[in-house]
């Protein structure tokens, strides 16, 4: 089981970024998908969660009108689309299997390794 995401670096304060997550090892429709973020000295914040039909999507407030997550089941990948981003959004994003309890993003059973995103000017 793999979770590969990619599409991190360095951008500008209000630049744009488009995070992808490409899965292996298991069948990709058949979990919740959702990303997380970590920035130094700070806990783990779940960002976004995407249902398996596509159907039902749950952001952070921290991120809600920026943040657009989307899947495609054919090609086992996920991805998130970052806009308007501010340094604040620096963090290591990693992407998981996800349920949203009581507004709250968690990850559960497969976790991939992560990719840096930094806002700078």
């Known amino acids: 089981v793999q979770l590969q995401a990619s599409g991190g670096g360095l951008v500008q304060p209000g630049g744009s970024l488009r995070l992808s997550c490409v899965a292996s090892?298991?069948?990709?429709?058949?979990?919740?998908m959702g990303w997380f973020r970590q920035a130094p000295g700070k806990e783990r914040e779940g960002v976004s969660c995407i249902s398996r039909d596509y159907f039902s999507t749950y952001y952070a407030d921290s991120v809600k009108g920026r943040f657009t997550i989307s899947r495609d089941n054919a090609k086992n990948t996920v991805y998130l689309q970052m806009d308007s981003l501010k340094p604040e959004d620096t963090a290591i994003y990693y992407c998981?299997?996800?349920?949203?309890?009581?507004?709250?993003?968690?990850?559960?059973?497969?976790w991939g390794k992560g990719t840096l995103v930094t806002v700078s000017s």
């Open positions: 090892g298991f069948t990709l429709d058949w979990y919740d």
């Open positions: 998981a299997t996800c349920r949203v309890v009581r507004r709250v993003v968690y990850g559960t059973d497969y």
